[in-house]
Antibody, heavy 125, light 106 residues
């Protein structure tokens, strides 16, 4: 059974940093790309970042580029999201998601077939 | 980036009704479209991928259709467990979601 368990959320002041973790089990972690998707309170879903199975390729939404860093440790079956220079608009539930699909030479085609339960990040003074 | 527009934003329906939700892409996405169901306080759940492929374990009353820029999610006979918010997602990177359609009890 696929399980994804996020941790690391909390209350942080604007300009601060936080690292989220997602522990994965029930599948061959290194074989799959993974993503972070967030949802601001009462709002819709926003894809944040993705990483290839090897960790060698990363993707970011424009809204977080230069501030967030996605990484993974395949020996620990764990996905990370390092969030720096946090802003009030980053307040959201952050979900990790297992990607299903493939990459061609020009684009990646991923949908999200399993999701964690989410961890809440609140950016406020 | 490709913009996804869902309609309606809210839909009031009764148990047993046939329900259709539309999702339009700002440019052609072929069949690179998924649908998710989200209940309050829970993570989204994959229903449909590649526009019309039913995810394993999802009831057959859910179906998807369309290609290019216009897509639909249909629930053939609405059940009590189906009252939730539904999102479409195009998955030709970068990945974007529609704004959601809340299906509520009439």
């Amino acid at each position: 059974e696929v399980q994804l368990l996020e941790s690391g959320g909390g209350l942080i002041q604007p300009g601060g940093s936080l690292r989220l973790s997602c522990a994965a089990s029930g599948f061959t972690f290194s074989s799959y790309a993974m993503s972070w998707v967030r949802q601001a309170p009462g709002k819709g879903l926003e894809w944040v970042s993705a990483i290839s199975g090897s960790g060698g390729t990363t993707y970011y939404a424009d809204s977080v580029k230069g501030r967030f860093t996605i990484s993974r440790d395949n020996s620990k079956n764990t996905l990370y999201l390092q969030m720096n220079s946090l802003r009030a608009e980053d307040t959201a539930v952050y979900y990790c998601a297992k990607d299903s699909g493939y990459c061609s030479s020009t684009s990646c085609y991923f949908y999200f077939d399993f999701w964690g339960q989410g961890t809440l990040v609140t950016v406020s003074s | 980036d490709i913009q996804m527009t869902q309609s309606p934003s809210t839909l009031s329906a009764s148990v047993g009704d046939r329900v259709t939700i539309t999702c339009r892409a700002s440019q052609s996405i072929s069949s690179w479209l998924a649908w998710y169901q989200q209940k309050a306080g829970k993570a989204p759940k994959l229903l449909i991928y590649k526009a019309s492929s039913l995810e394993s374990g999802v009831p057959s009353r859910f179906s998807g259709s369309g290609s290019g820029t216009e897509f639909t999610l249909t629930i053939s006979s609405l059940q009590p467990d189906d009252f939730a918010t539904y999102y479409c997602q195009q998955y030709n990177s970068p990945w974007t979601f529609g704004q959601g359609t809340k299906v509520e009890i009439k």
